[in-house]
């Protein structure tokens, strides 16, 4: 089944503690990228990646790392997480190939940190 | 400025009545892409419809169109027959710029609600 994977699933954490979300696809799609949600501001962008290798800043990128080893991985590093990072976040991918490039969305990944 | 603006932080229909979205967007560029995406209540982002700019039919899936009205830069999405189903978190999103340029922005959302 095609799909986007993101572990864990719920992750409350203290201020500092260094975490990492794993994100997965098997549709050997080149791009990848991570949002996260917050009330009342929709889905924002962190990091994007265009390829293996490839990885550049969205619209809110201050506070978290990404790394893309390999074209199926996109993990979400945040090295001294704060409570602002509390969110949803959310890991999606698409190819340049499918129909009207639509973005495949990971299940989300609830973040709390005390 | 907001590039994507969805106005009713709300809504609550009746069962089997049509419901329409309103999604309003600002760009210059003139290739674009809209997005709806749905959002249950147990988390994940559902994707329901997606209108091009230079496509000349308004987009339909099933039960979703989009009222794609390029001059008023809007693009409503309309459920027809709303089921309790529907209930559920909507989001407009658009894709601006080059086939490659694939950052989503999203509007806050809207919360549907369907009373039976």
């Known amino acids: 089944e095609a799909q986007v994977t993101q572990n864990p699933r719920y992750l409350i954490t203290v201020t500092g503690k260094k975490l990492t979300v794993t994100c997965s696809q098997n549709?050997?799609?080149?791009?990848m990228s991570w949002y996260r949600q917050d009330p009342g501001l929709g889905l924002r962008q962190i990091y994007y990646?265009?390829?293996?290798?490839?990885?550049d800043k969205g619209d809110v990128p201050e506070g978290y790392k990404v790394s893309r080893k390999e074209k199926r991985n996109f993990p979400l590093i945040l090295e001294s997480p704060s409570p602002n990072q509390t969110s949803l976040y959310f890991c999606a991918s698409t190819d340049y190939n499918t129909a009207h490039n639509e973005q495949f969305f990971g299940p989300g990944t609830r973040l709390t940190v005390l | 400025a907001q590039k994507i603006t969805q106005t009713q932080p709300g809504m609550f229909v009746q069962e089997k009545e049509a419901v329409t979205l309103d999604c309003t967007y600002d760009t210059s560029d003139p290739s674009y892409g809209l997005f709806w995406y749905k959002q249950p209540s147990s988390g994940e982002m559902i994707f329901l419809i997606y209108?091009?700019?230079?496509?000349?039919q308004n987009a339909t899936e099933g039960r979703y169109s989009l009222n794609f009205q390029k001059a008023r830069k809007s693009a409503n999405l309309v459920i027809s027959a709303s089921q309790l189903g529907d209930s559920a978190m909507y989001f407009c999103?658009?894709?601006?710029?080059?086939?490659?340029?694939?950052?989503?922005?999203f509007g806050q959302g809207t919360r549907l609600t369907i009373n039976p």
């Open positions: 549709m050997n799609h080149e791009y």
């Open positions: 990646s265009m390829n293996v290798e490839v990885t």
């Open positions: 999103a658009m894709r601006e710029g080059i086939q490659g340029a694939q950052k989503l922005v």
């Open positions: 209108q091009g700019s230079y496509d000349q």
